[in-house]
């Protein structure tokens, strides 16, 4: 079994800046890709972003494109967000998940880290 744990959410002011982190462990991790996703009071989950767990092609909604950066430390088994120029609207719990296959669905997920950012 996989187990994701992530870190580093919290509350910061508009403009502000936060460092997600996700740590997995399993014998059975090996994943094809590694996303985090977010979701809000009284919304649906989203993606943010993806990235190929081996060759590191990274990939993100549009809304986070030029703000948020993803990364992955493959002997560690972790996964990191890096989120800048933060706005309310990034408000969300946000969680790390792991894909087997290239495509479809995430096959394990973490608990969620909650962020605030405040006006």
Known sequence: QVQLVESGGGLVQAGGSLRLSCAASGRTFRPSTMGWFRQ???KEREWVAAISWIGG???YVDFVKGRFTISRDNANNAVFLQ???LKPDDTAVYYCAARNRVEGVY???GQG???TVSS
């Open 40 to 42: 809000a009071p009284g």
């Open 57 to 59: 092609n990274t990939f």
């Open 83 to 85: 989120m800048n120029s």
């Open 107 to 109: 096959d394990y997920w």
């Open 113 to 115: 880290t909650q962020v």
